[in-house]
T-cell receptor, first 115, second 115 residues
């Protein structure tokens, strides 16, 4: 199994509070991604990173920011959580981005509930 | 417009039967990759199989095969000899263009296998 951990695994927070989710990998992979999964929507990309300090927006990036100061860590921050950000958040990694067939491996997910 | 369409919200099959999960995709990029993932009730995302747009043969991985019909833009997953452990949500996903880009997911199909 790919060495990907996410923390916390579960979180309940209140509207308006900042929340940071952490993704940590031990594979030294270059690419890291944050997705959210909601019923009826599948997985949608929030942000991704293609190297340290190199990030870009995905389909549903509004209300989220990311940072990657080390290869192994990719942080997702909800600046001011809203109920619409209640979701399951998945981190994924892929090795180098050199091959189209490169598989993305997923972390275990974080369940976030915003009250 | 939907890039990945999975039209079957739920499928039901008996053990040992084969089942086909449908996936159609939309892209104008000549270079793309198609992936299938399995998500059991425990929540993790498990990579199953990959098909590249230039691959001449349909991909196979054990009991999984991908019925790739490029002209029809379909990439159906075939599971032979279903097992109870195959009960899960299945997602079709596509990566288009350059390597390293994120996956675009369909909304998923829930497969239920009964004894």
């Amino acid at each position: 199994d790919a060495g990907i951990t996410q923390s916390p695994r579960h979180k309940v927070t209140e509207t308006g509070t900042p929340v940071t989710l952490r993704c940590h990998q031990t594979e030294n992979h270059r690419y890291m991604y944050w997705y959210r999964q909601d019923p009826g929507h599948g997985l949608r990309l929030i942000h991704y990173s293609y190297g340290v300090k190199d990030t870009d927006k995905g389909e549903v990036s509004d209300g989220y920011s990311v940072s990657r100061s080390k290869t192994e860590d990719f942080l997702l921050t909800l600046e001011s959580a809203t109920s619409s950000q209640t979701s399951v958040y998945f981190c994924a990694i892929s090795e180098s981005g050199d091959r189209l067939k490169e598989t993305q491996y997923f972390g275990p997910g974080t369940r976030l509930l915003v009250l | 417009a939907q890039k990945i369409t999975q039209t079957q919200p739920g499928m039901f099959v008996q053990e040992k039967e084969a089942v086909t999960l449908d996936c159609t995709y939309d892209t104008s990029d000549p270079s793309y990759g198609l992936f299938w993932y399995k998500q059991p009730s425990s929540g993790e995302m498990i990579f199953l199989i990959y098909q590249g747009s230039y691959d001449q043969q349909n991909a196979t991985e054990g009991r999984y095969s991908l019925n790739f019909q490029k002209a029809r833009k379909s990439a159906n997953l075939v599971i032979s000899a279903s097992q109870l452990g195959d009960s899960a949500m299945y997602f079709c996903a596509m990566r288009e263009g350059r390597p390293g880009t994120a996956l675009i997911f369909g909304k998923g199909t829930t497969l239920s296998v009964s004894s």
